[in-house]
């Protein structure tokens, strides 16, 4: 899972160029949006000005790849960005996004998510076409697919957009939100069909310059003084061209909407809104749906707790709607290193650990001779929840029980998130006892995937890791895991 934002600012003039400055709002908005990856980031913008395009991709954090020189050097009336949470890819320059090309028309493209199929695209794409691709990035497929398009309708550029798009659908499995700019033309973004990742519109309309965004997350247009007006369909195309007019088409829209649960249970940002369902208020039923689960169990075991501790951050807001559900004290037990990294999003499990080790540090006095009901946002591997555990125990709780708000995840995911194998999953092949012994907890209650969609309010929601239905054909996933693990070796 990736952050992808673009913005474009409409009939400038001279004098306007000095008071917006779409590759600087881009940034802010990635800032945003760091939380969704904190491998690279890169933006591209163009300059309609003098006509050129400007690129900065870096390993590394967004205050790190970029700073007021860059910047200043790449000033523009367009441009995207993107921060990359690798899940396909190497980490040579030419594989970070966004990917620029100059030939039939200069394009560059950014997106969120995963091709299932990516591996049998390329080996169809270059016997079919003769051609060779320069990356080990998906998004490339896209980009390739594109250029076609625009070779074959040089006289429409609409209709090449939209063609394309068409041949993407038609050919590529997975899921992906993407923002792209052309020269000369405008900015424009894509859905996958089922809705899978998120991608938003907004607007502004300051000192007489109209402005745009298209981006993963509401909160990195909020910021920026942006509008939202709406979501980008899923299976649909919108452009807008530089005098920012709007068009749009909805290339083939599938009834099973699916947008990826897990965006409101871990990934997004809990002042963000995702498919107009605010993240913090979704985590806030996520809480009371298990303390529903929970009070059952007291009553039927006989089982008290002393204070409810969540796992910074993400799963704070569950916690204290949890806590007051159950008129048990709400403490922070464990305090988080801001400058350390999100412990899921890491390479492997080496990392992982030492990352728990350096980003939590225990409040002694809170914890000890407790019996605490820990609450976490979900329990993949299952090495942070252990590291996290062992610490508690180390410093004084008598017990730990272990809320969770999302059911056992059992089944790889295809879209974006990092867990495509599912061997490497804890919940993959052991019940939630067995999970809960390897763990260290003494207990473990997992929120019902009854209880899940009804906190989300999206039936048809994406919960292909935890159930195995999957919205898209699975061809190909093997191979999709077998080379992502030789990547991570």
């Not at 970070?96 to 794409?125: C, K, M, W």
């Not at 195309?237 to 530089?242: C, Q, R, T």
């Amino acid at each position: 899972m990736c952050g992808v934002t673009g913005i474009l600012h409409s009939n400038l003039s001279s004098n306007d160029s000095t008071l917006v400055d779409a590759t600087y709002d881009v940034y802010r908005s990635l800032l945003k949006l760091q939380h969704r990856g904190q491998d690279a980031a890169g933006i591209v913008s163009y300059s309609s000005g003098d006509r050129k395009f400007y690129a900065h991709r870096e390993l590394g954090l967004i205050s790190k790849v970029f700073n007021q020189d860059i910047l200043s050097s790449m000033k523009s009336n367009m441009a995207i960005g993107h921060t990359r949470y690798a899940t396909t890819g190497g980490d040579k320059l030419n594989d970070l996004q966004p990917l620029l090309t100059g030939f039939p028309v200069g394009l560059s493209i950014a997106h969120n998510g995963n091709v299932l199929n990516y591996h049998e695209l390329t080996r169809d794409f270059g016997a079919s076409n003769l051609s060779h691709l320069l990356t080990s990035n998906d998004l490339e497929i896209f980009q390739n697919i594109w250029c076609r398009s625009f070779s074959l309708y040089k006289e429409n550029f609409l209709g090449a957009l939209f063609h394309g798009a068409e041949e993407i659908i038609k050919n590529v499995v997975g899921a992906y939100a993407i923002v792209g700019l052309v020269a000369d033309k405008g900015l424009f973004a894509f859905r996958d069909p089922n809705g899978i990742r998120p991608l938003s519109i907004g607007q502004r309309n300051e000192n007489g310059v109209l402005s745009w965004t298209i981006c993963s997350e509401t909160s990195s247009m909020n910021q920026l003084g942006y509008s939202f007006v709406r979501d980008v369909l899923p299976g649909e195309v919108v452009f807008i061209d530089k005098e920012g007019e709007i068009y749009s088409r909805v290339i083939n829209h599938n009834e099973s909407f699916s947008p990826c649960m897990f965006e409101w249970v871990y990934f997004s940002g809990a002042e963000a809104s995702i498919s107009e369902r605010d993240v913090y208020s979704v985590r806030l039923e996520l809480g009371r749906g298990l303390a529903k689960q929970i009070s059952k169990q007291m009553e039927s075991k006989k089982i008290n707790f002393d204070i409810v501790c969540p796992v910074p951050d993400t799963s704070r807001t569950a916690a204290i709607s949890l806590a007051e559900e159950l008129g048990i004290p709400y403490r922070e037990g464990l305090i988080k290193n801001r400058y350390s990294q999100r412990s899921f999003i890491l390479k492997n499990d080496q990392e992982r650990e030492r990352a728990v080790e350096l980003k939590l540090t225990p409040i002694i006095s809170e914890i000890q001779n407790k019996d605490i009901l820990l609450v976490d946002d979900s329990i993949v591997r299952g090495t942070t929840s252990l590291r996290i555990i062992s610490l508690l125990k180390k410093y004084g709780a008598k017990s730990v029980t272990m809320a969770v708000t999302c059911p056992p995840i059992r089944s790889g995911c295809f879209y974006g998130v990092d867990f495509p194998d599912e061997k490497t999953l804890i919940a993959g092949k052991k019940n939630v006892d067995e999970i809960a012994s390897d763990i260290g907890a003494n207990h473990i209650e997992f929120l019902s995937e009854e209880n899940l969609l009804e906190s989300i309010g999206i039936k048809s929601a994406c919960m292909a890791c935890i159930n195995g239905k999957y919205p898209t054909s699975t061809c190909g996933s093997e191979e999709f895991s077998t080379r992502r693990n030789e990547l991570r070796v």
